[in-house]
C-alpha cells in the first residue's frame, strides 16, 4: 500500500497570497504602490541660455514658460528658448517673483510641442515618493532625466528667498537644472527646481506663486 505523502507547503505561495488579500482588502493599494512607474515626457521642457549660462523652463500655455528666478535676473533680457524639436525662439520674462525664485517667460513664433500638467491643488507628494526632474546639467546633457525621492519639506538658508516651504529632494541636479520641473508619478509638475544643496540633494520651489499668476489656483 502506498504511503500518502504529506503536501508541500511552499513559503512562495503563502506570501503571494497574503499580498493578493491584502489588495483586495485595501481596494487594489498593494498592487497601485508596486505598479511599473514610467519617467515623464520631456516635450513639455525646452532649454534657455543667457549671456550668464544655462536653464531650464517647462511649458505651462502654448506660449508661456515657467522657470526659476535666478534664471532671468536681468529685466528685458532675452533669452534663447531650444524646444524638444529643435526649433529654437526668443523669451522674455513677464512674471519674476524674486522671493520665491519664480519666473514667467514668453516667447513668440513658435508654440509649445507639449503643455505641462501642473498639480495647483494644493496636494504635494509624500515624503519617500518617486519623483522626477528633466533638465541640461552642466549644458552638457539636454533633456536629461534624473530620478529621487521626496526627502521632506522646510526652509533653507539661502539668502535672498522668502521660501518656508521648499520641497527638499534625494535627487542629482547640477548647475543647468535651475527651472526645470518636479514631476510627480502622475506625471503633474509639483515644482522648480531651485538649486543644488549637496551632492545628492536639491530643493525646489512649490507651484503657488505660478498657479497664483496663471489662474490656476
Given at each position: ?68 528666478g535666478h534664471c532671468v535676473e536681468k529685466p528685458g533680457q532675452a ?41 495647483c491643488d494644493g496636494i504635494r507628494p509624500s515624503i519617500g515618493e ?72 536639491g530643493f525646489a520651489v512649490p507651484l503657488a506663486s505660478i498657479c ?6
Amino acid at each position: 500500500m502506498a504511503s500518502k505523502r504529506k503536501a508541500r507547503v511552499d513559503p512562495f505561495h503563502i506570501m503571494a497570497g497574503v499580498i493578493v488579500a491584502a489588495a483586495v482588502v485595501l481596494g487594489g493599494a498593494v498592487l497601485a504602490v508596486n505598479r511599473p512607474l514610467a519617467p515623464p515626457s520631456p516635450a513639455s521642457v525646452a532649454l534657455l541660455e543667457t549671456n550668464t549660462g544655462f536653464c531650464t523652463a517647462f511649458f505651462v500655455a502654448p506660449r508661456l514658460l515657467a522657470t526659476a528666478g535666478h534664471c532671468v535676473e536681468k529685466p528685458g533680457q532675452a533669452i534663447t528658448v531650444t524646444l524638444r524639436d529643435g526649433r529654437q525662439a526668443k523669451g522674455y520674462a513677464i512674471f519674476d517673483d524674486d522671493a520665491n525664485d519664480v519666473a514667467i517667460i514668453a516667447i513668440q513664433g513658435v508654440t509649445a510641442p507639449e503643455v505641462a500638467s501642473l498639480r495647483c491643488d494644493g496636494i504635494r507628494p509624500s515624503i519617500g515618493e518617486p519623483i522626477w526632474t528633466v533638465g541640461n546639467p552642466m549644458g552638457l546633457l539636454p533633456w536629461f532625466v534624473s530620478h529621487g525621492t521626496v526627502a521632506g519639506y522646510g526652509p533653507t538658508k539661502s539668502p535672498g528667498y522668502d521660501v518656508h516651504d521648499y520641497l527638499w529632494m534625494g535627487i542629482t541636479i547640477a548647475s543647468g537644472n535651475s527651472g526645470g520641473p518636479v514631476f510627480d508619478t502622475s506625471g503633474r509638475v509639483v515644482g522648480v527646481v531651485s538649486a543644488l544643496a549637496g551632492e545628492r540633494f536639491g530643493f525646489a520651489v512649490p507651484l503657488a506663486s505660478i498657479c497664483q499668476e496663471l489662474g490656476l489656483a
